[in-house]
């Protein structure tokens, strides 16, 4: 029957809406609630694709069909600020700077690997394949779904620094150290875009592959010799961030424009 699949939808909304899947929680497969419902498997898809659009549920790639944290996941505005990190000897950038703790999902991982993206070795000012020193996390506030990924390329000038360092050292830590190593006082320039997520990247960040994300690729420059000594990915899901930023008037735009008398035409 046509409107099968939005009886099953009703149902699953309801019990979502009662609790008895908490965000972030996996439902059954599709095969288990087409037994549940006495439907078929296409059935179900439909229902399930139906609650993805209302934003109940994600079907993530490989992972199954989870719960999504209310039908508007909790936004952030990511600003330009850099703080020093109270709680490490280190630094805090704008999507991590609130009091809130934030935890990492998985395994972290430092080890040296090549950079193969052009992209990000031209701004690392390397050729594409050298190895360099590679950190991965995928981090995020404790109490919900995976934030971001972060993936950091430091220039092998520099990768002994940190090579010894944990994994997961305290937010920034590893950039002090390599300011104490000269290169002080790093200076930073994010470029912003918007883009589709690759399939790994869908999964880390448990959405769609059909919903964007943002990615911020953040270029440290050495104060010592004013040459980058890393740079940094950070992909978010698009329906978790919101970018902010000040306007400031050029020099020629901060007086008043001049009374002219009338414009022409006028």
């Known amino acids: 029957m046509h409107s099968r699949y939005l009886n099953i939808a009703s149902r699953i909304r ?10 972030g929680a996996r439902l059954p497969t599709l095969n288990d609630l087409a037994a549940e419902y006495d439907a078929n498997r296409d059935t179900i898809g439909r229902a399930i694709a139906l609650l993805e659009t209302e934003g109940y549920v994600w079907a993530v790639q490989g992972r199954g069909i989870a719960v999504r944290y209310g039908t508007m996941r909790p936004r952030r505005p990511r600003g330009d600020l850099v703080k020093r990190n109270e709680q490490a000897t280190g630094y805090s950038f704008p999507s991590a700077s609130s009091q809130e703790l934030w935890v990492r999902h998985g395994k972290a991982v430092s080890a040296p690997a090549p950079l193969d993206d052009p992209r990000i070795a031209k ?5 594409p394949g050298t190895e360099v020193l590679r950190r991965f996390r995928v981090t995020g506030p404790a109490s919900e779904a995976p ?7 430091i220039h092998p000038r520099v990768a002994d620094v940190v090579a010894d360092l944990d994994a997961n050292p305290a ?5 002090h ?3 104490n190593a000269g290169h002080w006082p790093i200076s930073w320039m994010e470029i912003h875009r918007a883009r ?11 959405i769609p592959t059909n919903l964007p994300v943002l990615e911020i690729v953040r270029v440290g420059t050495s104060g010592g010799d ?9 992909v978010v899901a698009s329906d978790r961030v919101e970018t902010v930023h000040v306007l400031h008037r050029d020099a020629n735009a901060k007086e008043p424009w001049p009374d002219a008398g009338p414009r022409q035409g006028s």
Not at 171 to 175: F, K, S, V
């Open 14 to 23: 309801e019990r979502i809406e009662a609790g008895e899947w908490e965000p």
């Open 123 to 127: 701004l690392l000012r390397v050729e």
């Open 147 to 153: 934030f971001q990924i972060n993936i950091s390329w």
């Open 171 to 175: 937010a920034g830590e590893w950039l």
């Open 177 to 179: 150290h390599l300011e």
């Open 196 to 206: 589709m997520p690759s399939k790994d990247e869908a999964a880390l960040l448990e």
């Open 226 to 234: 004013q040459k980058p000594v890393e740079v940094t990915e950070y």
